[in-house]
């Protein structure tokens, strides 16, 4: 028995579709229900609580750590979901006997970062890694799905969203290719105890996603509003603050990267496979 953590996100609908296809046992913890494909099972729960989590393992001899705080609200953010949740799952993980653990972090993770998700994130790296667990750390760019969505969120009837000058080169990495990552890595001896950076094939601009979604228009954020949402909002959205803070630090920082050698999926191809659901 598999269990996926965050299995109905964008990554984790992936990764669930691609173990059940293959045949595995899977459940899949979610905070609340979910529609999950046929002979898949749900373990209602909140990472946070121990009992929960602890019932959710039980009995799996694999674990893939897909949740995230980065949207969540106040309680459900980094701090709560990807740092203090990672832990409580690698201690039950410990506790029931588990043989192999999974980890998605973010590349680029440090405790010292600017940003609460990549701070989160370190830090269950550096829970998970001096246990006894058979552990591989994911350490991904960022998601080309995620940010063609929030940038075409208003089209086709508005303009596209581009956050600061748009011109800052980003490597960003298909869910597709990441999803296939770590269903090789679970039962790929190399993979063991090894932290490995899946990045995508090309670096792109903000204005590249933009154009290559068509737009007609695009109405750019810039720097000064973005440092200001992030602070402002903090109290009463910290889920937008931290967004506001991410894009403005995509926008200013050497966010390039070389291209991991199993990472294939360009703009043009999730476009591709978008507009063929679309279609049906």
């Given at each position: 028995?598999?269990?996926?953590?965050?299995?109905?996100?964008?990554?984790?609908?992936?990764?669930?579709?691609?173990l059940v296809d293959r045949g595995e046992r899977v459940r899949v913890l979610s905070r609340s229900w979910a529609q999950l494909p046929d002979g898949c099972e749900l373990a209602v729960g909140?990472?946070?609580?121990?009992?929960?989590?602890?019932?959710?393992?039980?009995?799996c001899d694999a674990v893939i750590s897909a949740a995230h705080g980065f949207l969540g609200g106040r309680g459900v953010g980094p701090a709560e979901v990807d740092g203090i949740g990672n832990?409580?799952?690698?201690?039950?993980?410990?506790?029931?006997?588990?043989?192999?653990?999974?980890?998605?972090?973010?590349?680029?993770?440090?405790?010292?970062?600017?940003?609460?998700?990549?701070?989160?994130?370190?830090?269950?790296?550096?829970?998970?890694?001096?246990?006894?667990?058979?552990?591989?750390?994911?350490?991904?760019?960022?998601?080309?799905?995620?940010?063609?969505?929030?940038?075409?969120?208003?089209?086709?009837?508005?303009?596209?969203?581009?956050?600061?000058?748009?011109?800052?080169?980003?490597?960003?990495?298909?869910?597709?290719?990441?999803?296939?990552?770590?269903?090789?890595c679970l039962e790929d001896p190399a993979a063991s105890r090894q932290s490995i950076e899946v990045t995508g094939p090309v670096n792109v601009t903000m204005v590249d996603l933009a154009r290559?979604?068509?737009?007609?228009?695009?109405?750019?954020?810039?720097?000064?509003?973005?440092?200001?949402?992030?602070?402002?909002?903090?109290?009463?959205?910290?889920?937008?603050?931290?967004?506001?803070?991410?894009?403005?630090?995509?926008?200013?920082?050497?966010?390039?990267?070389?291209?991991?050698?199993?990472?294939?999926?360009?703009?043009?191809?999730?476009?591709?496979?978008?507009?063929?659901?679309?279609?049906?």
């Open positions: 028995m598999i269990l996926v953590v965050g299995g109905t996100g964008c990554l984790g609908r992936l990764l669930v579709a691609r909140d990472l946070t609580d121990s009992a929960a989590t602890a019932e959710a393992v039980a009995g832990e409580v799952l690698i201690t039950a993980a410990q506790s029931a006997g588990v043989r192999r653990f999974v980890l998605l972090s973010i590349r680029g993770a440090v405790e010292s970062h600017r940003l609460e998700l990549f701070r989160a994130k370190a830090a269950a790296e550096r829970t998970l890694r001096p246990t006894s667990l058979d552990w591989t750390i994911i350490r991904p760019t960022a998601y080309l799905e995620t940010w063609l969505t929030v940038i075409g969120e208003k089209l086709p009837h508005g303009p596209a969203l581009v956050f600061g000058r748009g011109k800052n080169p980003i490597n960003m990495v298909s869910v597709e290719d990441v999803a296939d990552v770590v269903v090789a290559a979604l068509g737009a007609g228009k695009v109405r750019y954020i810039p720097r000064a509003g973005l440092r200001t949402l992030s602070l402002l909002t903090r109290p009463i959205s910290p889920a937008f603050a931290r967004q506001s803070a991410t894009a403005l630090f995509l926008d200013t920082e050497d966010m390039t990267a070389p291209p991991f050698v199993a990472a294939r999926t360009t703009v043009s191809d999730v476009l591709a496979s978008w507009r063929s659901v679309g279609a049906r």
